[in-house]
């Protein structure tokens, strides 16, 4: 697999945005994709309405602002989850059209139109912000998202993933790319390069990111948090997932909104203060 890596973008990069005088800000975002990113071959958690909906019921008692990044080709049909995302007026971006890894390589640009025009469709609005498959930006990616209509990109974890990206030398607060598209990267720290997910919250637990946690100044200004269903509820089809993941997977299973929470009140107690993408992507557009 070709490592994707961060000379090639540093060269799409335009600009970074000025943050220094911008409050600490946080983004609480939760991926709406099949299960395990489609390596089961279902979106059970999709099927009913109770996962997302339990998800929010977190956010409303913590009092946070979510956005959700959905695949579109899931937007067919009637899940019980789509109809959730739909009815409660939530902030939703694009997250390609398929999450077909495989085939998302080869046809990036083509998903990010697809998924813009199947999203206008179903929404009545064209998606303000796109989020890659896998964090992963492939070349001409950042000229297809401009000419797709999108706004912003929150693709890019600042760290790297064996295998897969190495974006360790890329920023860790927004900048802008060529062509108008403003990146807003996933929370990563600035010492470690660590990805601050639920994901990886649950695979190292609480005493590991309290050491890694431990200094704010390291912490991102602007912290996009990832998550996905998967973080919080686990499937009936877990034991179809290869191995590797499901020991990944299998780690803190239950404990997925108890770290979040942790989390949320690390930030909050640093004055941090939580927004939907949509409000962070125009606050920073207007700085110039
Ligand atoms: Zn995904």
Redesign the pocket.
């Known amino acids: 697999m070709t490592v994707s890596d961060s000379i090639r973008l540093q060269g799409d990069i335009d600009r970074a945005i000025a943050i220094d005088a911008f409050p600490r800000t946080a983004v609480l975002t939760c ?1 709406i ?1 099949p299960d395990y ?1 489609a390596r089961t071959g279902t979106a059970a958690l999709l099927e009913e309405e109770q996962p997302l909906n339990d998800v929010l019921a977190f956010c409303a008692a913590q009092k946070l602002p979510l956005s959700c ?1 959905v ?1 579109t080709s899931l937007l067919q049909g009637n899940k019980g989850g789509i109809c959730v995302l739909r009815a409660a007026n939530l902030d939703v971006h694009a ?2 059209h398929t ?1 077909n890894t495989q085939q998302y390589r080869v046809s990036s640009a083509e998903e990010m139109q697809k998924a813009q025009d199947v999203f206008s469709a179903f929404f009545g609005r064209p998606s303000l912000g796109y ?1 890659a ?2 964090g992963v930006l492939y070349p001409g990616d950042i000229q297809a998202l401009s000419g797709a209509g999108y706004a912003f990109d929150s693709s890019v974890f600042p760290s790297r993933r064996r295998g897969l990206f190495d974006y360790r030398a890329l920023p860790t607060e927004p900048w802008m790319w060529r062509g108008g598209v403003l990146e807003l990267p996933f929370a990563a720290l600035a010492h470690s390069r660590r990805r601050v997910t639920v994901s990886m919250l649950k695979l190292r637990g609480r005493r590991f990111w309290q050491r890694q946690l431990r200094e704010p100044a390291h912490w991102p200004h602007v912290f996009v948090i990832d998550s ?1 269903l998967h973080d919080f509820f686990t499937p009936g089809n877990f034991h179809h997932l290869p191995l590797a993941y499901r020991l990944a997977y299998g780690r803190r299973k239950e404990q997925g909104f108890a770290l979040l929470s942790w989390l949320v009140e690390l930030l909050k107690g640093q004055g941090y203060r939580f927004v939907d993408m949509t409000s962070l992507c125009r606050e920073l557009r207007a700085r110039k």
């Open positions: 991926d994709e990113g990044f695949v997250h390609s999450h989020r498959p896998q996905h």
